[in-house]
Antibody, heavy 119, light 110 residues
Framework: QVQLVESGGGVVQPGRSLRLSCAAS????????FHWVRQAPGKGLEWVAV????????NYADSVKGRFTISRDNSKNTLYLQMNSLRAEDTAVYYC????????????WGQGTLVTVSS | QSALTQPASVSGSPGQSITISCTGT?????????VSWYQQYPGKAPKLIIY???NRPSGVSNRFSGSKSGNTASLTISGLQTEDEADYYC??????????FGGGTKLTVL
């Protein structure tokens, strides 16, 4: 069955960096695009970034552009989110989500990993 | 990119029908039939319930239906059940190849 398992969250000071991972299993990883979506405590969903199946195309929300980088390792079936220059407002649960690319939607989601930016 | 507009809350009694609206712009909902809807229980990951405006994934109850007119999409839940009490989010593809979510709607089944 399709599984997406995020890891790498934790408490980090403002201005520091953190890298999230999302390990995928149960399907052909290279045939799908992937997104990171975040949810601040008690708030709604916010789209963060997308990467296409080949890793050559990416796109970002304005709120993270220039600070976050999405990437993937198709040999390891793993998605990443490198987060630099973290701010308090980046505090959220970060979800990875699969995108079939034939139609743009999120068909499977991981359970999320919490990132807390605090001094 | 501004969030899509959803009502903060809706409520209904078991057996009734409710509709949640999702209003965007010509940069997203109005241009593409790529609106999807997600159900989220507290502390859980979102789950896809509608894609491409009105299509249901396998396993999703036919009590959930979607539609769109102009810049506004809608999710209708018929025959409300207590287990439908959750948060609901719409999402759309945009003209800049990004995605945008609505602010979310809390459904209370009275």
């Amino acid at each position: 069955q399709v599984q997406l398992v995020e890891s790498g969250g934790g408490v980090v000071q403002p201005g520091r960096s953190l890298r999230l991972s999302c390990a995928a299993s149960g399907f052909n990883f290279i045939r799908y695009g992937f997104h990171w979506v975040r949810q601040a405590p008690g708030k709604g969903l916010e789209w963060v970034a997308v990467i296409w199946f080949d890793g050559d195309n990416e796109n970002y929300a304005d709120s993270v552009k220039g600070r976050f980088t999405i990437s993937r390792d198709n040999s390891k079936n793993t998605l990443y989110l490198q987060m630099n220059s973290l701010r308090a407002e980046d505090t959220a649960v970060y979800y990875c989500a699969r995108d079939p690319l034939t139609l743009p939607y999120f068909d499977y989601w991981g359970q999320g990993t919490l990132v807390t930016v605090s001094s | 990119q501004s969030a899509l507009t959803q009502p903060a809350s809706v409520s209904g009694s078991p057996g009734q029908s409710i509709t949640i609206s999702c209003t965007g712009t010509s940069s997203d909902v109005g241009t593409y039939n790529y609106v999807s809807w997600y159900q989220q229980y507290p502390g859980k990951a979102p789950k896809l319930i509608i894609y491409e405006v009105s299509n249901r994934p396998s396993g999703v109850s036919n009590r959930f239906s979607g539609s769109k007119s102009g810049n506004t999409a809608s999710l209708t839940i018929s025959g409300l059940q207590t287990e439908d009490e959750a948060d609901y989010y719409c999402s759309s593809y945009t003209t800049t190849s990004t995605r945008v979510f609505g602010g979310g709607t809390k459904l209370t089944v009275l």
